[in-house]
């Protein structure tokens, strides 16, 4: 379903810390307008729609209901994911969701399927493989320019404070389903895995702030994930955010350090410009590329749904203390 009226209208529902760079990516896509959000706490909606120079509205029925919206963003917490999405796509918006996409195989399926249903894009908020780099990588290994592919690696390495983590499910499903989705994109599926994680910092939170997982890929290659809010790497080329991708005749890399500002993020000690960057371009690939050009998203739910698999068989890992097969 193609759009060609000359402003598509945005519509935020939720207006947490994430909502600051995607109505920073909305204001820099030509013919989109952010029209106007909702958000659970009263006092924040009303600052953000300041901040924003858009609408405050009542309800998230009231947001999805005004005809000058045409695509909603689901920003809220995980748990709520599901009913937003769900009264979106009734209302017949096209729709971006925030990753963790559901808190279950079937919620992202029940999206999936809405979608399909109304004829409308539902789009997984899968920023990082809309990064130039990531798509290169991709058409280099797809076109064999790599060789055979030895080994993959998704890095993260990030310190967060606990009052800041206590807003996340941990860092398996927190971080773990960015490296998902990213291997997916880049390499494909695993077909088996084994995970661990740890708590190290946290005096309260009871959630994980470290975890790994050690895969095998379909031809035989292995690939590693580490998700790590428990410390930053000071070290020298460190591993902040690092994605590699190594072959037989040849690698490629992707980096968080390739482009850093020295002034505190909106939770990051310091502003990492690529993740700016890649919502920016995801927001943009959805407002143009996909409502506009009538393509489809990069990573779709189906996507969305194989790392929510990923997820849950990592999670199934640690508690068994075991190789799980996908």
């Known amino acids: 379903m193609k759009i060609t009226k000359d402003t598509i209208g945005v519509g935020f529902i939720g207006a947490g810390d994430i909502s600051v760079l995607h109505a920073a990516a909305v204001k820099k896509v030509p013919g989109a307008k952010l029209v106007g959000l909702w958000n659970r ?32 963003f689901v920003l809220t917490n995980l748990e709520s994911h599901l009913e937003y999405t769900k009264l979106a796509l009734a209302a017949g918006k096209h729709v971006l969701v925030e990753k963790p996409v559901g808190v279950s195989v079937a919620e992202i399926e029940q999206m999936r399927d809405l979608a399909a249903k109304n004829d409308l894009v539902c789009m997984p908020g899968h920023n990082y493989i809309y990064e130039a780099s990531m798509m290169r990588t991709r058409e280099l290994v797809e076109n064999g320019d790599l060789g055979t592919i030895t080994s993959a690696y998704v890095m993260y390495n990030i310190h967060h404070p606990e009052e800041v983590a206590k807003r996340y499910p941990g860092v398996v499903r927190q971080i773990l389903t960015h490296h998902s989705y990213i291997l997916l994109y880049l390499v494909g599926k695993p077909v088996e895995l084994c995970a ?36 930053d790497d000071h070290a020298a080329d460190p591993w902040t955010v690092m994605v590699k991708v190594i072959g037989t ?7 968080y350090r390739d482009h850093v500002e020295i002034k505190p993020g909106l939770v990051h000690s310091q502003t990492y410009t690529a993740y700016q960057g890649s919502v920016m371009n995801e927001v943009r690939y959805l407002l143009v590329d996909c409502l506009r050009m009538g393509q489809k998203p990069l990573s779709t739910l189906d996507d969305a749904i194989t790392a929510q698999k990923l997820i849950e068989a990592a999670e199934k890992s640690i508690a068994e203390k075991s190789v799980v097969k996908l």
Request: glycine share 6%; hydrophobic share 40%; aromatic share 10%.
């Open 41 to 72: 706490n009263q006092e924040r909606a009303t600052a953000r729609a300041a901040e924003f120079g858009c609408k405050n509205y009542k309800s998230p029925a009231e947001l999805v209901a005004d005809p000058a919206i045409d695509a909603v």
């Open 196 to 231: 661990m994680k740890a708590t190290l910092h946290y005096k309260e939170y009871t959630e994980e702030d470290i975890a790994m997982v050690q895969m095998r890929l379909g031809n035989g290659a292995l690939a590693h994930f580490c998700a790590s809010f428990a410390a």
């Open 249 to 255: 005749a040849g690698s490629t890399r992707y980096s």
